[in-house]
């Protein structure tokens, strides 16, 4: 028996588990997660993939904070594995965790709450701007601070079929190949799902191993997470529409928090976004993040920026999973 909340941020769903998942092993969230990986796996399974989950899913757990100063260690758990970081999930987290008191906070109103959540991608300091209504505590946004942002490679060409692609590859907590739809000859719309899998397939299989998607100064971040597509926005208000697939063919139907600030290194190594500016970004259902650059850095020898990623999540259910050894789908099932 497992009992979990779910959420939505952007449209793309998140089920946190708080009850019935074993406590993992480790002093680090890396080390962690790899004990989740050799001794608990199916559990994942069983929550991700059908029947209980479906592809588009991405489930997360709590757990005791490593470093002193932050509120709670988290794992992110998606239907191909275990990613260190995911920005629509730590949007909903956030929400979930305070709405529902699995972390203390002090008074609602005003100023954001801070929180700080430890990942298997390092120490995410994240913000809630909450209120108070009818009694009940709301969180009406949350942001998140993204890991140190980065371009590695501009312009990379690329051939798919008879076209000739141009991706920049760039790091927003996760590596991301960045394409112009229209350059693919395709929209970034959910109606062309199929063919803008089959262009994120061929990208990723292009860049399996190159140099683009190695990590400067961390190994354990290199590889390519996703393709984001890239087109202009429908809303007035919006900046940039965008479309991820990700590298086990899931379609994000939010604007992705990890791929907006990907998107942003890349506008501001272009000079095109600088420290304060806003950036708005519409994802492929017309529902909006907005970030900001905060900060400049290094990773390693190269210039980064620290993007600053806000957007809004709601509860939409609590549910109790059963787990039945006789059950031939015990461990769920996936295409």
């Known amino acids: ?107 609602t ?4 709450v801070p929180l700080v959540f430890d990942t298997s991608s390092g120490t995410i300091h994240a913000r809630a701007g909450m209120a108070s209504s009818g009694g009940r505590a709301r969180v009406e946004t949350a942001a998140f601070a993204a890991p140190p942002s980065f371009v590695s490679r501009p312009g990379l060409a690329l051939r798919h079929g008879p076209r000739e692609l141009r991706v920049d590859v760039a790091f ?39 140099q683009a998607v190695e990590h400067p100064v961390d190994a354990a971040l290199s590889g390519l997470d996703g393709v984001v597509f890239t087109a202009p926005p429908r809303d007035p208000e919006a900046h940039l529409r965008t479309l991820t697939v990700y590298a086990d063919g899931t379609v994000d139907r939010s604007p992705s928090g990890t791929g907006t600030a990907s ?15 806003p950036f708005v970004c519409e994802g492929p259902i017309g529902l909006r993040a907005q ?18 990623i806000r957007g809004s999540a709601w509860i939409t259910g609590e549910h109790t999973f059963l787990v039945d050894e006789d059950d031939p789908l015990k461990e769920g099932v996936r295409d």
């Open 172 to 210: 927003g907590g996760a590596f991301h190949a960045i394409l112009d739809a229209e350059a693919a000859g395709l929209p970034a719309d959910l109606s062309a799902r199929g063919e803008l899998r089959r262009v994120a397939a061929g990208v990723l299989e292009a860049l399996a191993g190159s």
């Open 1 to 107: 028996m497992l009992r979990a909340i779910d959420a939505h941020c952007g449209g793309q769903p998140l089920r946190l588990v708080v009850d019935g998942l074993p406590t993992p092993a480790g002093s680090t969230m890396r080390a962690r997660e790899r004990w989740m990986a050799r001794h608990a796996d199916r559990l994942r399974r069983a929550l991700v993939l059908e029947p209980r989950g479906h592809p588009d899913m991405t489930a997360a757990c709590l757990t005791e904070p490593e470093h002193s100063g932050s509120h709670a260690g988290l794992l992110f758990m998606r239907a191909d594995g275990y990613v260190g970081v995911c920005g629509h999930g730590l949007i909903a987290v956030a929400t979930i965790a305070l709405e529902r008191g699995l972390i203390v906070h002090g008074e």
């Open 109 to 112: 109103g005003g100023p954001d």
């Open 291 to 308: 970030g900001h650059v905060v900060g400049r850095t290094q990773v390693g020898e190269v210039q980064a920026i620290v993007p600053e």
């Open 263 to 277: 998107v942003m290194a890349v506008l501001a190594a272009m000079g095109l976004l600088n420290e304060g500016d």
